[in-house]
């Protein structure tokens, strides 16, 4: 998976277990593609993997938007994903 995409997935699990304990319904996540090449049809890379991370932990994905900006580091697709307790 790489050393970054796995350091998503645990920052992903950390905020779903923190919000599970907290008696959180709702989760809303923002995750950005780590692939560069967003206009090609593809694997988002590291994007599964956070989301089966947060699943995980109690939650299920629930609705799911994508936008794509600039940043820092290029063109980038972000998902703002919503997951509630199952």
């Known amino acids: 998976m790489g ?4 350091a998503k997935a645990e920052v992903a699990t950390q905020e779903a277990k923190k919000a599970y ?3 959180r319904q709702v ?4 995750i950005i593609e780590a692939n560069v090449s ?9 994007v599964g993997e ?3 991370a947060i699943e995980a932990e109690g ?4 609705n799911m938007c994508a936008a794509e900006g600039k ?3 290029g063109d980038r ?3 703002i994903c919503l997951f509630r307790r199952r």
């Not at 967003?38 to 590291?46: A, D, E, F, I, K």
């Open 59 to 62: 939650w299920a994905l629930y």
């Open 27 to 30: 989760l809303t996540f923002k």
């Open 3 to 6: 050393f970054l995409n796995n």
């Open 21 to 23: 304990q907290q008696g």
């Open 77 to 79: 697709s972000a998902l």
């Open 71 to 73: 940043a820092l580091s």
């Open 38 to 46: 967003h206009r090609t049809t593809g694997v988002m890379s590291g």
């Open 50 to 52: 956070q989301i089966e």
